[in-house]
């Protein structure tokens, strides 16, 4: 996995971080245009043939998603 790419996208999640809360059954992410771009970044790094199933991102509340958000783990199985 590329490193590199990956705290580039971390980041720039710390610039801009999203909210994700739950409403009902139901989770939601909710962030500027941005923000998705560097999520999305994060999960094709993960799910790219040079990623391993310990690879994981924590994305952590205060720094990554807001302060009132859980913490949010991309694990590769």
């Known amino acids: 996995m590329n490193y590199d790419l990956a705290m580039m996208a971390l980041d720039g999640l710390a610039r801009a971080p999203l909210t994700v809360e739950r409403q009902g059954d139901t989770i939601v ?38 302060a009132a958000s859980p913490l949010v783990a991309l694990r590769l199985r």
Request: with cysteine; glycine share 14%; proline share 5%.
């Open 29 to 66: 992410f909710t962030g500027i245009a941005a923000s998705f771009k560097e999520l999305a970044r994060l999960c094709l790094l993960i799910g790219g043939g040079e990623a391993e199933p310990a690879d994981s991102f924590e994305l952590q509340p205060g720094r990554h998603v807001t």
